[in-house]
């Protein structure tokens, strides 16, 4: 067998559990279909005791054994660690976190869904490596520890033994790439098909985050400027143009709207004018080039380019998506 463990804790995300679960116990289905020889999965939920878990939308899911009860690291295949409200806050979960460092120990391979990755930092699971984790708490998970690479678009990562995953249903796409790996294409591809998913999402999470914002400035020239570029994406927004609307030297408008804002204008243009192309495309039906001339783009192309940079995904496939998503609603 191969043995994926997977703790349950008070407001634990439930789609980051059920989402794999079905993945692992799929494929074993899958494997049959295929006439495939070899090992099936097993998913034990564990918890610290056999009472029931409620998750942060109020679901119960019942362990299948304690914490104590579990098998040591040498048969744990994978250890998979889901998210929940209570992941983020780093006076909760202690008994987890020790259990974690004991569990931990040997195991083949680690993974997080969603704010999972926070706990696998607290127990010391991860330090530098590079990881994801839901957009919204990307910032959070870097500032609590410094020293991980944190990337907030993939919708997972694999560094070394340790795979990480963006929020909630990425967790579907994690479980499927691991599953790719253990028993191959066909058993993934026959297991996304069953649940109506990608096998590979195109595009990474960027494409379903919020729009862009602005820390907040007590500079007021860098307040009006951004004010400004999010107000007339389609006009002339170089830095000359900026630094003249404000009134400050070229130098030193790029260095002051650096330090308050985190990225240089033109990296802050850019996200500006891809987030009202989304609005568009989401909105209107104009065409791609209509949409990269209202958006200061100098052509189609261009935004293309801006688009597979950003989001991984073009224009038009985002197009398609949303008026998917939109339909179904």
């Known amino acids: 067998m191969r043995t994926i463990v997977m703790p349950l804790f008070s407001d634990f995300q439930p789609l980051d559990v059920v989402g794999p679960h079905e993945v692992f116990i799929s494929a074993n289905d899958a494997m049959d279909v295929l006439g495939m020889a070899g090992d099936r999965y097993e998913v034990l939920l564990c918890a610290t005791t056999l009472d029931p878990v409620r998750s942060e939308s109020g679901l119960l899911l019942s362990p299948t054994g304690t914490f104590e009860d579990t098998p040591g690291s040498a048969i744990i295949d994978t250890l998979l660690v889901p998210g929940g409200m209570s992941t983020r806050d ?181 996200r500006v004018r891809v987030d009202a192309a989304r609005t568009i495309l989401e909105r209107e039906s104009a065409t791609i080039e209509q949409v990269a001339r209202r958006t200061g783009f100098s052509s189609a192309e261009v935004l293309r380019r801006a688009f597979h940079r950003r989001l991984g995904i073009s224009p038009a496939a985002y197009r398609r998506n949303t008026k998917t998503v939109r339909a179904t609603v």
């Open 90 to 270: 780093e006076a909760t979960n202690n008994d987890l976190v020790e259990w974690l460092q004991s569990a931990s120990t040997g195991v083949a391979r680690v993974g997080s869904v969603c704010t999972g990755t926070f706990l696998l930092a607290r127990a010391g699971i991860i330090t530098d490596e590079k990881v994801t984790t839901h957009w919204a708490w990307a910032s959070l998970l870097a500032k609590q520890f410094p020293r991980l690479d944190v990337d907030p678009d993939p919708i997972y990562r694999v560094d070394g033994n340790v795979w990480t995953s963006a929020g909630v249903t990425a967790g579907i796409d994690l479980a499927l790439a691991m599953v790719e790996q253990d028993c191959g294409a066909a058993v993934a591809k026959l297991v996304a098909r069953g649940l109506v998913v990608y096998l590979h999402r195109p595009g990474g999470q960027s494409q379903f985050g919020s729009p862009v914002w602005s820390q907040a400035t007590e500079m007021q020239p860098i307040r009006d400027a951004c004010d400004y570029i999010h107000q007339s994406p389609e006009v002339d927004l170089s830095v000359r143009a900026l630094a003249s609307f404000v009134g400050m030297s070229e130098r030193n408008f790029t260095r002051v709207f650096r330090a308050e804002i985190g990225e240089s204008p033109a990296r802050y243009v850019d």
